[in-house]
């Protein structure tokens, strides 16, 4: 079945902004965006787009199909029977086409120190029971796609905003037994552009590939931002 | 031209670059350490990996064991000296990894819990529910935050070495983002960049899993090894060729031809087992070689089903109930509803094999260093010896920690020791590329589509799950007519700024100068040996006589592929025959319980 | 690696004030973040009650008047439909920020507080208790 | 984009976070019930005649409990609410792009605190008398 697809083009060499730009794909029951993308650039290799997986893991293929950002590999042409527009990841700077500046996300997740911090020196492994690993696991099954950044209205208003990925990655370790660091992570997760920039949109979560629910990890993350500003008062 | 200095590059940021990357850092705090990925090093293949990673754990295994099992499994072709190191550090490495935070799935009692896995006699695959690789993956991205030596260079794609005398002396590379060549001195590189399964059609692997490093390497004079095994896995879904997880069949799942048949058994893998109660190396817990050669058998017979075009075979996973794939195979179950819109709890899923793994890699010895000065590869790319004709599943993961770190180290102590290169002598090389990309701007007939996908299908009919000589042959002629062709190709977008279509160029170049290698030592392997199987007459069987050999792919200087031998390193456990099912327990295998014994004493956890 | 070439050259799409109107998820956010202006309404009112009490029984009297005017009951309908969609979003929510038991038992829970809540005003201020 | 060297300053909206979030319980589960028996039920004549008759509504307000049920009500049905209220908006204003800053929130909060304050005065005026 033949397709029309509308992809934003943009070329910083010689546009001054963004441009639709409509193409055929032949798209079968299983066709993806992605392989739709795909198949675009087999026309016209000049379209620029980050992919690798295919398989909804490796968090590079997010666009925003008709305004939502999703996987390009993980939705489907069939879902669009009237229009499909794809364009770049909302609240991201274009560098080209679908490829936007993902920096300021890599370093808004750095800048919470994601990392086990626990100053413990065994070869031996830790004990963590099912229950104790339930704590954080859904929150480390982030797969940094930043789909969550396009979601946020919050994000885009104030890009010094470290978000919900981030968040809730400060979360996955603030809530494993076998770590000791959250006061290191905390001061982050209190200043203004940490877990009180978010006004709880929720929408995030319901574009959030994973089911990881950042909405759910940033708006804890206030309790727990909260408590530490109790206890801040009370020890000098 | 930019011009950077470092002590140390690691090309690749996968599970291997990355586990090397930190080992530098902590044995040599003082150098600077250049990490280059030509994607964000989470977005990596090893991310793709479900099942798990093994190593001894359970106080009824032993070491001996998984020593055993890893050199069956490779049909004897594995180096033994390196086996017998892996399989004594693969435990620590785990337990490493999981002090630095890796989610592992846990029994009740807060211990690590552990899986089947084909191949192996026991439980000894640890896993992190079935997003193994991308648990991995992510624990060490984020641990190598906290190293302030890593630099990291993301999306800088890795064009060639700059190599003076047989001394590595830094890399050349394109910054994705700005078109810019740019040139990174250092006293040591490790090449980590992953397989080749892309110059396959079907296959498990990502698109940026291209073989760039091997050729980087083979270019320069390095010898490819054994890169005649690829491995075929027996479940990829058909059209896509996304994986299924082994992990399902550890955890039970049984396969079907299309009457409902378990024909495994006829493939002396039997006898059956009750469906949900998997026996290690029988049936469905087979070696993948011997898994996905029954497939094609079965194909030839005729079968198997017709899933939209594609010939497949049923992975039922029913009897295991929903609640338990829930919980064990939540990522299956997100695969299957996505991409072939079942629901694994309630229908079988059509699986057919796809290309997953290259044994054969880039030729190092047992510390990774390869034959050129300062010059290591680890990981996929690289053939250090471990995986032989057939590499068990989950032995990979493991392989990356174990090695990434042997590799870490001695680039570390490598570069404490030398200084770099002078810039003169690199001058002349970088400039010549420079060139060269240059002149590939232009507008010609030929298209780059077109050249990929003949050489993937060329790939796919002359060096498959079974192979003979008039197909190699075929496949050898087309490959070399693609590389004239090839060489004609021009890039037709001249931008800068994120060209996707230049990177997509020289990929495929590299491409095509490892799949002429995997024909090459094919054709030249007149055997039939784990994952590589022949079907011309007098070659359909082992041949430990002339073939107990690595294969090794040199180029030439016209080009050209030139292959020759070397012998394999056998410590304790001489060849025998390769067998699963009840077979194996039939008395001609008694001599490896003999060594079994003998083995435990020599080797127990340090 | 920072470029700074890089910064001059991509594309910073600028967010408008109208941003919520694009997508239904948006508009129903706004709706529950404006639930609180016909909220700020009856509180208005209660604060004029309370003025009115202090100033004695025929100042209360015109303050029971003055609700009963017609403006004013729909305006606190409003606010009752507000107060009851407000529920609903907070309801939702907070099992997310306190995952105490769960999410489906909380938000009954929570319901019936509310009810009963109401039921005991109801009987209490009009007269019944 | 500011590389983040060293650790920001707290912020100070855990204060005015709890307040919203008790107001936002008050919201859900005290409004619904006190629009209805304050607002809607008295003035569509709903409720058993004079139950809110001066003497009555003075009583439950100033003496019921020695003063404390009036404080309860004024603090969940006003005060509390009244931050809620200030929140919200102060967001939304900067959702809109309106404000959001420190002008805007002195005048929220502000707002909010003087009008909470007046509500406690009279009430204590009342009781004291
Ligand atoms: C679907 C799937 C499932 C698997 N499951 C398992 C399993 O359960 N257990 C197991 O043991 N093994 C498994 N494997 C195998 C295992 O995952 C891989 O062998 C392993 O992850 C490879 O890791 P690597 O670090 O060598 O390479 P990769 O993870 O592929 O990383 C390669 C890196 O090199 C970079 N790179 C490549 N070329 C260039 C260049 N030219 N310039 C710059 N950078 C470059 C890439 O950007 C990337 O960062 C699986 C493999 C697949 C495909
Ligand atoms: S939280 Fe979800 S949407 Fe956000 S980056 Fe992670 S996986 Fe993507
Ligand atoms: S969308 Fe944004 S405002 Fe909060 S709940 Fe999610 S981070
Ligand atoms: S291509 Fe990897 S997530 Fe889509």
Not at chain 1, 62 to 75: A, E, R
Not at chain 1, 121 to 132: D, F, W, Y
């Amino acid at each position: 079945m033949n397709k029309t697809i509308s992809i934003s083009r943009y070329n910083p060499e010689q546009d001054s902004q963004p441009q639709l730009q409509t193409y055929q794909v032949v798209s079968e029951h299983s066709t993806s965006v992605l392989d739709a993308l795909l198949q675009v650039q087999q026309q016209d290799p000049s379209l620029s787009l980050r992919w690798s997986c295919r398989m909804a893991i490796c968090g590079s293929c997010g666009v925003m199909i008709n305004g939502i950002p999703k996987l390009g590999c993980k939705t489907f042409v069939r879902d669009y029977p009237e229009q499909l527009v794809i364009s770049p990841l909302a609240h991201f700077a274009v560098e080209k086409d679908l490829i936007v500046d993902m920096s300021p996300f890599l370093q808004h997740l750095s800048a919470v120190k994601p990392y086990l911090i626990n100053a413990e020196k065994s070869l031996q492994p830790h004990k963590q029971t099912p229950a104790q690993l339930a704590k954080y696991q859904q929150f480390a099954n982030c797969i940094n796609c930043g789909l969550c950044y396009s979601a946020c209205p919050q994000f885009g208003l104030n890009p010094e905003f470290i978000g919900p990925a981030a968040i809730t990655l400060a979360q996955r370790y603030n809530l494993d037994s076998r770590d000791q660091g959250k006061a290191v992570r905390m001061p982050q997760l209190n200043s203004k552009n940490g877990v009180w920039a978010c006004t709880f949109v929720g929408f995030c979560s319901e574009v959030c590939p994973k089911k990881v629910d950042p909405a759910a990890a940033v708006n804890q993350g206030k309790v727990a931002s909260a408590s530490d500003f109790i206890i801040s008062m009370f020890t000098p | 031209m930019q011009l950077l200095q470092k002590d140390i590059i690691i090309v690749g940021g996968g599970g291997a670059g990355l586990r090397a990357a930190i080992a530098a850092a902590e044995a040599a705090p003082g150098l600077q350490v250049a990490l280059l990925s030509k994607v964000y090093p989470m977005r990596s293949h090893t991310v793709a990996a479900e099942g798990g990673a093994a190593a001894v754990t359970l106080a009824e295994d032993s070491l001996a064991g998984h020593f055993q099992d890893t050199i069956s499994g490779s049909d004897w072709l594995a180096e033994q000296n390196v086996v017998d190191y892996f399989v004594q550090h693969a435990y620590q490495e785990l337990v490493q990894l999981e002090r630095w935070g890796c989610p592992w799935s846990r029994k009740a009692d807060g211990t690590v819990q552990v899986r089947r896995f084909g191949g192996m006699k026991t439980e000894r695959t640890w896993f992190a529910a079935d997003k193994t690789g991308f648990h991995i993956l992510h624990t060490l991205f984020q641990t190598s935050l906290r190293y302030p030596t890593i630099n990291r260079f993301d999306e800088y794609f890795v064009i060639d070495l700059l190599v003076v005398e047989q001394q590595i002396a830094g890399v050349l590379a394109i910054h994705f983002k700005t078109g810019q060549l740019v040139q990174i001195q250092a006293k040591s590189v490790i090449l980590a960049t992953g397989g080749a399964g892309r110059v396959f059609h079907y296959n498990t692997n990502g698109g940026i899993v291209t073989g760039d490093g091997m050729a980087l390497a083979y270019r320069h004079g390095v010898a490819l090894r054994d890169m005649e095994f690829v491995q075929y896995h027996p479940t990829g879904l058909p059209g896509s060729g996304i994986l299924i997880t082994e992990a399902c069949r550890g955890e039970g799942g049984i396969l079907l031809n299309k009457d409902g048949y378990r024909y495994l058994q006829d493939y002396d893998l039997g006898p059956v087992t009750p469906a949900g109660q998997p026996k290690n190396n029988y049936m469905e817990l087979g070696p993948r070689d011997k898994l996905s050669q029954a497939f094609w058998q079965q194909q030839k017979l005729g079968l198997t089903a017709d899933y939209q075009g594609h010939a497949v075979v049923y992975l039922d996973l029913r009897h295991l109930g929903s609640q338990h794939l829930t919980q064990r195979l939540p990522f299956i179950c997100e695969l299957a509803k996505a991409y072939v819109n079942i629901d694994p709890a309630n229908s079988p899923i059509p699986i057919r094999p796809a290309v997953h793994y290259t044994m054969g890699g880039i030729l190092t010895d047992i510390n990774c260093h390869t034959s050129i000065a300062g010059l290591f590869a680890v990981g996929e790319c690289a053939s250090v010896g471990l995986h032989g004709a057939n590499r068990l599943g989950s032995n990979s993961l493991s392989e990356l920690l174990v090695f990434g770190k042997v590799a870490g180290e001695q680039a570390a102590a490598l570069a404490q020791q030398t200084s770099l290169v002078p810039v003169s002598a690199i001058m002349a090389q970088s400039k010549h590329q420079q060139t060269s990309i240059s002149s590939l701007f232009g507008n010609s007939s030929e298209s780059m589509v077109a050249i990929r996908t003949e050489m993937t299908q060329a790939m796919e009919q002359g060096c498959g799950i079974y192979r003979d000589n008039n197909g190699m042959q075929r496949c050898l002629t087309s490959l070399h007519n693609l590389k004239s062709r090839y060489a004609r190709l021009t890039v037709s977008d001249s931008s800068k700024v994120y060209n996707s279509a230049l990177l997509q160029h020289v990929e495929l170049g590299f491409s095509l100068d490892v799949a002429e290698a995997i024909c090459r030592s094919a054709l030249a392997r007149t055997e039939s040996r784990g994952a590589h199987q022949r079907l011309d007459e007098g070659m359909t069987t082992r041949n430990d006589r002339d073939f107990l050999q690595h294969s090794l792919a040199l180029r030439q200087a016209d080009g050209s592929t030139a292959i020759s031998w070397q012998a394999v390193t056998i410590t304790s456990l001489p060849p025998t025959e390769r067998r699963y099912g009840a077979a194996a327990h039939s008395p001609a295998n008694s001599n490896i319980s003999q060594l079994k014994a003998a083995q435990e004493k020599g080797l127990q956890h340090e | 690696m920072p470029d700074p070439k890089s910064a001059s050259t991509a594309y910073k799409p600028v967010m408008s004030r109208h941003w919520w109107l694009q997508h239904r998820y948006f508009q129903l956010y706004m709706l529950r973040e404006a639930t609180v202006l016909p909220l700020l309404f009856f509180i208005i009112c209660l604060l004029y009650g309370l003025f009115s009490l202090s100033q004695g029984e025929v100042q209360w009297q015109s303050w029971l008047t003055f609700m009963a005017t017609p403006w004013v009951v729909l305006l606190n309908l409003l606010a009752f439909s507000a107060s009851l969609y407000h529920a609903k979003t907070f309801f939702e929510l907070f099992p997310r920020v306190m995952p105490l038991a769960p999410a489906a038992l909380m938000i009954v829970a929570q319901w019936l507080a509310t009810f009963i809540v109401a039921a005991g005003l109801i009987l209490l201020l009009g007269g019944w208790l | 984009m500011t590389p983040f060297t060293e650790p920001p300053k707290r912020s100070d909206e855990p204060i005015w976070w709890a307040l919203f979030s008790a107001g936002g319980v008050c919201f859900a589960v005290l409004m619904p019930g006190s629009i209805l028996a304050l607002a809607l039920l008295p003035a569509l004549g709903l409720t058993s005649a004079d139950s809110l008759n001066y003497a009555r509504v003075s009583a439950l307000l100033y003496q019921a409990l020695y003063g404390m049920a009036g404080l309860a009500f004024v603090g969940g049905v006003i005060c509390l609410p009244l931050f809620h209220t200030a929140h919200r908006i102060q967001h939304g204003l900067h959702d809109l792009k309106l404000g959001g800053g420190l002008l805007s929130k002195i005048c929220c909060y502000g707002l909010a605190a003087f009008a909470s304050a007046i509500a406690i005065g009279l009430l204590l005026a009342g009781q004291l008398q």
